[in-house]
T-cell receptor, first 116, second 116 residues
């Protein structure tokens, strides 16, 4: 299955710890998007990355959150010093590439972060 | 700024009856519109899209959507609902074309419950 792969599926962290969420895009895709889903709030855009480049981080909180998509390896969403309000489902999506903005996004099954 | 609204948090329909899930949008240019479905504990799956052309778009699993420019709507429809259609449905919009990146904005989702 060459779909979008996210791991872990479930992640439990205590307040103050760091959370690292990984996303491998669909084969042949070079663009990655991260979204956060909270009940009653729908899907909130966080960040859009190409390999080694952040294109749009307008949805990322200014503190504690960072994202990267290195030349080799998966995209990483990193949350430092987690708080209970960070508990949510985090989804990664990928798309083919520049100029192909009409293509639908392909989503992974998400990482469910629980902060205790 | 682009936006999308799904006015109904939940839609209930009897199995075999037609269903409609509503979506309205706001963009500066021409809208690129998408519908996605999410089953429990899964990521979003693409159903259909409107870019240009016929106002009635057909998609996966017997779903279709009607683009109405004057009403800025893109309602999702199906002639005969199945219990297996019960899921969370998201409408999404991308503003364009501007020849470059435009992020996708999602609605808050509508829970469809098909009653046997």
């Amino acid at each position: 299955n060459a779909g979008v792969m996210q791991n872990p599926r479930h992640l439990v962290r205590r307040r103050g710890q760091e959370a690292r969420l990984r996303c491998s895009p669909m084969k042949g895709h070079s663009h990655v998007y991260w979204y956060r889903q909270l009940p009653e709030e729908g899907l909130k855009f966080m960040v859009y990355l190409q390999k080694e480049n952040i294109i749009d981080e307008s949805g990322m909180p200014k503190e504690r959150f960072s994202a990267e998509f290195p030349k080799e390896g998966p995209s990483i969403l990193r949350i430092q010093q987690v708080v209970r309000g960070d508990s949510a489902a985090y989804f990664c999506a990928s798309s083919p590439g520049t100029g192909d903005y009409n293509s639908p996004l392909h989503f992974g099954n998400g990482t469910r972060l629980t902060v205790t | 700024a682009q936006s999308v609204a799904q006015p109904e948090d939940q839609v209930n329909v009897a199995e075999g009856n037609p269903l409609t899930v509503k979506c309205t949008y706001s963009v500066s240019g021409n809208p690129y519109l998408f519908w996605y479905v999410q089953y429990p504990n899964r990521g979003l799956q693409f159903l259909l899209k409107y870019i240009t052309g016929d106002n009635l778009v057909k998609g996966s699993y017997g779903f279709e959507a009607e683009f109405n420019k004057s009403q800025t709507s893109f309602h999702l429809k199906k002639p005969s609902a199945l219990v297996s259609d019960s899921a969370l449905y998201f409408c999404a919009v991308r503003d364009g074309p501007f020849g470059g990146y435009q992020k996708v904005t999602f609605g808050t989702g509508t829970k469809l419950q098909v009653i046997p």
